[in-house]
């Protein structure tokens, strides 16, 4: 079991990361809900390390449409019958009404190799999301970049913040997104200089580790400004 701060946990063996909010009524909010595995590993933590009911998993919220963050979401929502919840530009990418546009040169030819693999069944976004918007006790934030609705969520008075694939925190070292697969590099620069505006000293990314610091603003800032 594994609870980064009071009420958020981080769902064990998860890739990418999958996080369990508790809110005050006991119910539950999964932020990303990771590759097909991943989809059960949460049910698993939610009624037997967490002794909840599936029912009390309420909502989805997906920080972005890659495979790796989306593909566990349809096992959870019929199981669960939560909602699902992303950005506005990002939905129809996950419900599988647009294809995601492919990365230009070999990172485009590797991404058609190896996209039979990766086809998930789509799962159906229940709510659109835009700027500020209250999800599990969060506020959303549009972060665009990595893909064009990534979302961070930020809630000022426990100071966390969920980046999503816009910044990761790995082997101790803050980073910002994967190039390849990040097509709007500027835009992700702009959208980490916004983040560090923000009062946060713990960030929950979507691969990699806690970052844990009353410096992190700054870290983010400086990530930024290296990018
Ligand atoms: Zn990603
Ligand atoms: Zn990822």
Redo the contacts with the bound molecule.
Sequence with gaps: MTEIVTGIHYVDGSN?NCYLIEQDDGSLTLVDAGMQPDGKKVIEYATKTMKKQPSDLKTIVL????V??VRGAAAVKAATGAKVEAHQAEADYISGVTQYPRPGGATGVLFGLISPFFNSKPVQVDVRLAQGDPVGGFSVVHTPG??PG?IALHDPKSRVLFV??TARYIKGKLVG??PH??PDMKAAKASLARLSALDFEVLLS?HGDPLRSKDAPKMVKDLSEKL
């Design positions: 990418a920080t972005h449409c890659h790796d963050h990595h893909t990534s999503g694939d997104p994967p697969f990040t979507g």
